[in-house]
Antibody, heavy 121, light 108 residues
């Protein structure tokens, strides 16, 4: 059974940093691209970043480029999102999600339960 | 960046009725469009990909159609568990991947 479990969320002050983790199980982690999607309270879905199965290629939304870094450790079956210079508008539930296809489908068939990041003083 | 516009924002439907949701895209995405369902407090669930292919385990009452810039998600006979928010997502021109603003399907 595929499982994705996010952790690392919490309350952080503006300008602070946080690292989110997504522990994966139930599939060959290194064979699939992964993505981070966030959802501000009461709002819609916003794509944040994506990473190839090997980790060689990463992509970020303009809203987080230069502040967030996406990485993965395939030996630990874990995806990461390093978030620096956090702003109030980064407050959201952050989901990790698995690409549906090994060949990079860019649609996502399994999602974690989400972890809440709150940026506030 | 491709802009996705979903309509209506809220759709009030009685159980057993048909629901038709629209997603319009600012430029052609061919058939590279997915639909997701999200219930309160839950993660999104993939329903449809490639505009019309049902994801694994999705009931046949869900169907997707369209290509280019206009897409439709149809739920043929609404069940109680189908009341939720639905999002479309394009993956033709990226980054960024983009989502629509969502349609809330509520009980009439």
């Amino acid at each position: 059974e595929v499982q994705l479990v996010e952790s690392g969320g919490g309350l952080v002050q503006p300008g602070g940093s946080l690292r989110l983790s997504c522990a994966a199980s139930g599939f060959t982690f290194s064979s699939y691209a992964m993505t981070w999607v966030r959802q501000a309270p009461g709002k819609g879905l916003e794509w944040v970043s994506g990473i190839s199965g090997s980790g060689d290629n990463t992509f970020h939304a303009d809203s987080v480029k230069g502040r967030f870094t996406t990485s993965r450790d395939n030996s630990k079956n874990t995806l990461y999102l390093q978030m620096n210079s956090l702003r109030a508008e980064d407050t959201a539930v952050y989901y990790c999600a698995k690409d549906r296809d090994r060949g990079l489908s860019l649609n996502f068939d399994y999602w974690g339960q989400g972890t809440l990041v709150t940026v506030s003083s | 960046e491709i802009v996705m516009t979903q309509s209506p924002a809220t759709l009030s439907v009685s159980p057993g009725e048909r629901a038709t949701l629209s997603c319009r895209v600012s430029q052609s995405v061919s058939s590279n469009l997915a639909w997701y369902q999200q219930k309160p407090g839950q993660a999104p669930r993939l329903l449809i990909y490639d505009a019309s292919t049902r994801a694994t385990g999705i009931p046949a009452r869900f169907s997707g159609s369209g290509s280019g810039t206009e897409f439709t998600l149809t739920i043929s006979s609404l069940q109680s568990e189908d009341f939720a928010v639905y999002y479309c997502q394009q993956y033709n021109n990226w980054p960024p991947l983009t989502f629509g603003g969502g349609t809330n399907v509520e009980i009439k």
